[in-house]
């Protein structure tokens, strides 16, 4: 575990798999760099593609409502 940020196997991570609709090779850029941006998001991996994304998150540090901001700002639409 990780001692500056509580990070790593017992972090009470989030993890989240759904496709989206939208993504262009930036916007995919765009989104991975500033989910990974928000406090609590630990890892992000997009195949812009065929809209696949799996994001892993603390809820306790990021709401999944500013996760779907950065979505919907980018152009891209989650199908969750």
């Known amino acids: 575990m990780c001692k500056e940020c509580g990070c790593g196997e017992n972090s009470g991570?989030?993890?989240l798999q759904f496709?989206?609709?939208?993504?262009t090779a930036d916007s995919a850029k765009t989104v991975?760099?500033?989910l990974l941006g928000l406090a609590g998001v630990l890892y992000v991996h997009i195949h812009a593609h065929d809209g696949?994304?799996?994001?892993?998150?603390?809820p306790?540090?990021?709401r999944l409502t500013e996760i779907l901001g950065v979505f919907s700002k980018n152009g891209?639409?989650?199908q969750i």
């Not at 696949?52 to 603390?58: A, G, K, V």
Request: proline share 4%; aromatic share 8%.
């Open 76 to 78: 891209v639409e989650p």
């Open 13 to 15: 991570a989030t993890r």
């Open 52 to 58: 696949e994304t799996t994001i892993d998150y603390n």
């Open 60 to 62: 306790a540090k990021t």
């Open 32 to 34: 991975e760099k500033t």
């Open 19 to 23: 496709t989206a609709d939208g993504y």
